[in-house]
């Protein structure tokens, strides 16, 4: 599917949909030309009732003045997050008339918790991912608790060690102190895992510290650059729903 046919794709199946924050092409943001690799990347964050749907296109990079027409899109992927059977429905068009394959999510994805819709369509993998169905609910006894919150209090943890803590609390319990744990820990020191939890679960509280730490990104560091202004757009779309339309 050309970038062009799977942008218009988007526009069909989000029509009248409100975008909570403006879309991040990297193409066109010169902050991001040093980023290299092989491919270019474009987010959408459509914002709807308790969700939202995040939109990830990548495909190709192209020598400059290549005509539109030769660009293909390698992937187009939604992940929804929060509640809004809308923004479902609507994500669930983009894999309409595709050819089921499974085998194109990768393996290091599968029994994450996360239920996967995959379709082919040319060489383009259309996915949507319903996030909001992992992460276990019932709450860790108070002994569980303590013992993975640790390392995320302690002052001489390594980022490494925070990192791995990170992701074994979030998998164990998705809750208020849970989230509490993570805001505390980045208000201390810099974890971009931590971050990216937060912003899943719509904490917009985590924004401020975003954006502390784009503000520290070292020049030359596209990727983390990247990483963090899209985190940044994510709460940005998470706290427009606060906002009238």
């Not at 995040?54 to 030769?70: I, M, N, Q, T, Y």
């Not at 990768?106 to 992992?134: F, M, N, Q, Y």
């Not at 820990?185 to 509280?205: D, F, N, Q, T």
Request: aromatic share 6%; charged share 30%.
């Amino acid at each position: 599917m050309r970038l062009q046919d799977a942008q218009k794709l988007l526009d069909r199946c989000f029509s009248g949909t409100r975008e909570g924050a403006p879309r991040l092409h990297e193409p066109s943001d010169a902050r991001f030309a040093g980023r290299g690799g092989a491919v270019w990347l474009e987010y959408r964050w459509y914002v709807r009732e308790r969700g939202m749907a995040e939109v990830f296109l990548k495909w190709d990079r192209v020598p400059a003045g290549a005509s539109p027409s030769a660009v293909e899109a390698t992937v187009l992927r939604t992940h929804l997050l929060g509640l809004s059977p809308m923004l479902a429905q609507r994500a669930l068009r983009t894999v309409e008339g595709g050819t089921p394959a499974p085998e194109r999510v990768l393996d290091v994805l599968r029994g994450d918790g996360i239920r996967r819709e995959c379709v082919a369509k040319g060489r383009t993998t259309v996915t949507v991912e319903h996030w909001e169905s992992r992460g276990p609910m019932a709450l860790l006894d108070a002994a569980r608790f303590e013992e993975l919150a640790a390392p995320l209090e302690a002052e001489d943890s390594t980022p490494e060690a925070r990192h791995e803590a990170v992701q074994r609390l979030a998998d164990a319990e998705r809750s208020p102190r849970v989230a509490d744990v993570l805001l505390r820990l980045v208000a201390r020191k810099p974890s971009l895992m931590a971050l990216r939890i937060l912003s899943e679960w719509g904490e917009v509280k985590a924004r401020e510290f975003v954006q502390r730490d784009l503000a520290a990104v070292t020049p030359g560091n596209a990727a983390d650059l990247w990483a963090l202004t899209a985190l940044d757009r994510r709460l940005e779309a998470w706290a427009s729903l606060a906002r009238p339309a």
